[in-house]
């Protein structure tokens, strides 16, 4: 089985997150997939970044769905670069994405993004939205979902199932044997993440999950010795 190394926000320990600089820098390490987050401007257009507002990761200040793509555009993201929109991150990687929904509101504008250019293949989208990994799947025919969660018991086997997700992308501190087991009993794959040590990476592979969601890149190398 194959151990899948994804990049968080690209490769968000050493660039800034959610750039093209940290999805390129992402690729060019080798991982297998990038993960990365969409949220809906005031315009529509479908911009990558995590929290709800520009204030931690730009010079800026304010929640992105008050803010118009060009004023977006007009922030520092760090080290100069500016807050990419999701089409542009598919023009700068070949890599296989992860594309996590952060505002429910965003799965359709995903979805016509997907059937447009024909990305079922390539993207996976993830949400910690039941209701957004619901809405996606009739949208796009073949799609492959994974539900994430933070908190979670054994019922996240059961939200995953309910959605028709085929991943869960789990909190590996709240990680259990039993989670691990009926997951793998309604036969869904299982991500571990934030996996940033030695540590997690010893912990993840115990349990025989499927892979790992990275801040560093040297995980990909040091993945491959880790029983």
Known sequence: MNFLTIGHRGV???????TLRSFVA??????DAIELDLHLSKDGALVVMHDTDVDRTTDGSGPI?????AELRALDAG????VPVFEEVLEAVQTPIQAEIKDAQAARALADVMNRLGLAGRVEVSSFHDE???EIKPLVPGVRTALIASRYGTDIVDRAVAVGAETVCLNIRRLTLEIVERARK????????VVNT???LRLVRAFGLDGATTDHPDIKRTGRFTA
Request: net charge negative; charged share 30%; aromatic share 2%.
């Open 12 to 18: 968000m320990g050493v660039e800034p997150e959610n």
């Open 132 to 134: 957004a990994i619901a």
């Open 186 to 193: 309604s036969d869904l794959k299982i991500i571990g993440w």
């Open 26 to 31: 992402a690729q060019e390490a080798g991982l």
């Open 198 to 200: 030695q540590d997690h």
């Open 79 to 82: 080290r100069g670069e500016r």
């Open 65 to 69: 769905a008050e803010k118009t793509l």
